[in-house]
Nanobody, 123 residues
């Protein structure tokens, strides 16, 4: 098990940027694949981005590709989500996820979830 704590959310104008961070507990962070999901009011939780354990491979949803960048620092037990060119439709609670074994990055069956951080993009 790993505990995840997100930070960095807030209110930003459309076109602006935010960087989310997710700090993980434990000494085995580097063995976990990491992901970001989001859930907007009245909508289902959806996949945003994922990164494999080493950081060598990343995955993005079509809606954020080219605007968001996921990265990790295994020495700091932290994964990041750099969000640029934000749009009002990016408004959601963003969740960090972790799992040692993933066959489908976009499904919701990740074993570990954070509590979420609110991102609000005003028009």
């Amino acid at each position: 098990q790993v505990q995840l704590v997100e930070s960095g959310g807030g209110l930003v104008q459309a076109g602006g940027s935010l960087r989310l961070s997710c700090a993980a507990s434990g000494r085995t962070f580097s063995s976990y694949h990491m992901g970001w999901f989001r859930q907007a009011p009245g909508k289902e939780r959806e996949f945003v981005a994922a990164i494999n354990w080493s950081g060598s491979t990343t995955y993005y949803s079509d809606s954020v590709k080219g605007r968001f960048t996921i990265s990790r620092d295994n020495a700091k037990n932290t994964v990041y989500l750099q969000m640029n060119s934000l749009k009002p439709e990016d408004t959601a609670v963003y969740y960090c996820t972790a799992d040692k074994y993933r066959s489908n990055w976009a499904d919701l069956a990740w074993r570990n979830w954070g509590q979420g951080t609110q991102v609000t993009v005003s028009s």
